[in-house]
């Protein structure tokens, strides 16, 4: 590896093989970053889940060895995960920049009519007071540009830097007043009531239209990426979904439902394995940029705070050996997109990720519709750090 300046007198970034200078980008980093954080969160949780409470010492063994595609084993992120990185990332996710994320909740399903309901309360979010979020946060971002760009497909090209863009992700979501902040402490990533026809569909679509072109024995390895990351976001969704489920909705008992976790996850021993490969290139793009992480203003007006914020990343990031020493490349990027072939393969995947990214308009449930937003935001900014 060799530690290379970027060119326009940006931060440090490590450079291996196949890294491109990505930090020169510009990226919209409140939306991001967070994003990516609870991305990693997410999958570290589901893991840990599985370790704590539902994986027999049987099923264990099946879950033993190199993680498909990747450059740990399973023991190895089971260790890091318990003693590393849930512990930090617990931490991070309850300060003022990672527990407020901006988004635009309410736009048109660009496929077909939204039909979907969602018959419990707790599919609603509950957005923030003005004077609840840092005033830092109210200050429109410079990054975005006019106030009237649809949030629909279709918009004037024209209108819309692209240099500020991710291709991997549909993202026409102007910073206007139709954006809300949501503080995610409050409105966690559990069950809803949403299911029926309309949560089927969504899923389906996905699967079918996206990840599903080509027979999956026939695939190469970048088809097989995106079915496989996918899958691994599905399979963490669900375990939130079983870890927290209304059990009770008279005395509103909430608890584990470890039959669903069965039938969703556990039974399918390749969605297991894909939740790990998940959580394991989320993990690469975080350590692949974590100089200009280190680096970033974690801006909110409270000083002490963004200390804390800054020292937890730089614990997470920086100076923490064991995950340098344990794993040191999660998952070998520069593997992808070779020969005269990958860059038509590539673009082609971007256009899937982006149906992926534009379908999330079309959830039911107001809440889903949020974690789906914010999950495939930060697994399409994953993908932009890896493969710029």
């Not at 991070?92 to 920049?97: H, I």
């Not at 007043?177 to 026809?197: F, I």
């Not at 149906?355 to 999950?375: F, H, P, T, Y």
Request: net charge negative.
């Amino acid at each position: 590896m060799e530690k290379k300046k970027s060119e326009n007198g940006g931060p440090t970034v490590t450079r291996g093989r196949g890294e491109a200078p990505w930090s020169r980008r510009r990226w919209r980093w409140k939306a991001v970053v967070s994003a990516v954080a609870v991305l990693l969160l997410a999958t570290a949780v589901s893991s840990r889940s599985f370790q704590k409470l539902w994986i027999s010492p049987w099923d264990a063994r099946k879950y033993s060895g190199m993680v498909e595609d990747c450059g740990c084993d399973y023991e190895t992120v089971n260790q890091l995960n318990e003693e590393v990185l849930h512990p930090i990332l617990q931490e991070l996710v309850k300060t003022s920049f990672f527990r407020y994320f901006k988004v635009k909740l309410w736009c048109d399903c660009p496929f077909w009519p939204d039909d979907g309901m969602c018959r419990l309360r707790d599919c609603s979010v509950c957005e923030c007071p003005d004077n609840e979020f840092p005033e830092l946060f109210k200050e429109p971002s410079k990054a975005r540009l006019a106030d009237d760009m649809a949030c629909q497909e279709g918009k004037p090209q024209a209108a819309v830097n692209r240099t500020l863009d991710n291709p991997w992700t549909h993202d026409d979501e102007t910073d206007n007043a139709e954006m809300t902040y949501v503080n995610l402490q409050l409105n966690p990533e559990r069950y809803t009531g949403y299911s029926g026809p309309s949560a089927r569909r969504i899923w389906d679509e996905i699967y079918k239209e996206n990840c599903a072109k080509y027979p999956f024995k026939e695939s190469c390895s970048e088809q097989k990426l995106l079915y496989k990351l996918i899958s691994g976001l599905h399979s963490s969704i669900s375990v939130h979904i079983a870890s927290d489920y209304l059990i009770d909705e008279v005395v509103e008992l909430w608890d584990q439902n470890l039959d669903l976790l069965h039938d969703r996850v556990m039974k399918h021993p390749e969605r297991v394995r894909n939740l790990y490969f998940t959580f394991l290139f989320v993990l690469r793009a975080v350590t692949k940029a974590a100089d200009y992480l280190e680096q970033f203003n974690y801006n909110t007006g409270n000083s002490q705070e963004e200390l804390k914020t800054t020292q937890l990343l730089v614990q997470l990031l920086v100076f923490n050996p064991k995950i340098r020493a344990s794993c040191p490349l999660p998952f070998d990027e520069a593997q992808l997109w070779k020969g005269e072939k990958g860059p038509v393969l590539m673009h082609q995947i971007q256009k899937q990720f982006r149906n992926i990214s534009a379908m999330m308009d079309c959830v039911g449930c107001e809440k889903c519709r949020l974690w789906g937003k914010l999950q495939v935001l930060g697994l399409g900014t994953a993908l932009d750090i890896l493969f710029f």
